[in-house]
């Protein structure tokens, strides 16, 4: 069982930067891929990045990719996306996963209730 609580959602200026934190419980954090989704009103949720378990290799949307960076650091059971030049398009509740290294949602096992993140204009 893994519980997983994300922080570091706020509102920001377009082009600005956010670095969101998600807190793992559990000895078995490091069996599992991470992964983080996220979900704007009235849209699907949809993928934005993912890392192995040891963090070796690592995965982005398109929409994100050179702006965004995930990593984690087992020893603390963390994993971190950092958002660089944020986009008004990327105004949504972000959430982490845990579960199998994957662009799917349907492969994760464990998810946070995620953390709000707005960018204005």
């Known amino acids: 069982q893994v519980q997983l609580v994300e922080s570091g959602g706020g509102l920001v200026q377009a082009g600005g930067s956010l670095r969101l934190s998600c807190a793992a419980s559990g000895r078995t954090f490091s069996s599992y891929a991470m992964g983080w989704f996220r979900q704007a009103p009235g849209k699907e949720r949809e993928f934005v990045s993912a890392?192995?378990?040891?963090?070796?290799?690592?995965y982005y949307a398109d929409s994100v990719k050179g702006r965004f960076t995930i990593s984690r650091d087992n020893a603390k059971n963390m994993v971190y996306l950092q958002m660089n030049s944020l986009k008004p398009e990327d105004t949504a509740v972000y959430c982490c996963a845990a579960g199998y290294y994957s662009s799917r949602s349907a492969t994760y096992d464990y998810w946070g209730q995620g953390t709000q993140v707005t960018v204005s204009t």
């Open positions: 890392i192995t378990r040891g963090g070796g290799n690592t």
